[in-house]
């Protein structure tokens, strides 16, 4: 069966050093991966997507993410963390039409 | 191109009521979503439909809950009658069929509903 994990519930960084949430997949097809971003109440915001071109793929807002087949992993990363980015992250797996959501990871940044 | 569209924004009603939410998916798109999101937790798929088809209910609470898209275009999700534990935002998706070029999905904005 397909499913995502995102390994941790809640990240705290402080601004301006470097964020790594992280997600792991189940497929035993090659999947589409997306990231998005969720700012309280607003709606969901697409930051970057893997459609088996590159492996790292480049995102909005300085966001990125590195497919790595070999670890089953789409960890999303970014260099220097801004008070802007405290939101709801959401790690997303697409098989085919089934589009299978993570539980989330909130991101803190501490001033 | 236009995004999914979706009405209400927000809803208040009183338990035992009666709601419902519409959704206009992007032009051409064949598959349509229904998400649950209650605070605090990722989306949950309600209600996947292929055209006028649907693919997969299987965490549609079928007692009260009631989807249709008849024409394979726009949809309506129906709750009837609402407990508090449905508060929660109900997201819609569309998406064209795999294989089409600039294949992909866009989510509306959602309709906050809160039940008291």
């Known amino acids: 069966a397909q499913s995502v994990t995102q390994l941790d519930s809640h990240v705290s960084v402080s601004e301006g050093t470097p964020v790594l949430l992280r997600c792991n997949y189940s497929s035993s097809y090659s999947p589409s991966l997306f990231w998005y971003v969720q700012h309280p109440n607003k709606g969901l915001q697409l930051l970057l997507k893997y459609t088996s071109a590159a492996t790292l793929v480049k995102g909005i807002n300085g966001f990125e993410a590195e497919f790595k087949k070999s670890e089953t992993s789409f960890h999303l990363t970014k260099p220097s963390a801004h008070m802007s980015d405290a939101a709801e992250y959401f790690c997303v797996v697409r098989y085919y039409d089934k589009i299978i959501f993570g539980k989330g990871t909130r991101l803190h940044i501490l001033p | 191109e236009a995004g999914v569209a979706q009405s209400p924004r927000y809803k208040i009603i009183e338990k035992r009521q009666s709601v419902a939410f519409w959704c206009n998916p992007i032009?051409?798109?064949?598959?349509l979503y229904w998400y649950q999101q209650i605070l605090g937790q990722g989306p949950k798929l309600l209600i996947q439909?292929?055209?006028?088809?649907?693919?997969?209910d299987s965490q549609l609470p079928k007692d009260r809950f009631s989807a249709e898209r008849l024409k394979g275009v726009d949809s309506t999700l129906k709750i009837q009658p609402a407990k508090l534990e449905d508060s929660a935002v109900y997201l819609c998706?569309?998406?064209?069929?795999?294989?089409?070029?600039?294949?992909?999905?866009?989510f509306g904005s959602g309709t906050r509903l809160t039940v008291v």
């Open positions: 998706a569309s998406s064209s069929t795999p294989g089409q070029t600039n294949y992909g999905y866009t």
């Open positions: 439909f292929q055209n006028n088809g649907v693919v997969d």
């Open positions: 032009s051409g798109h064949a598959t």
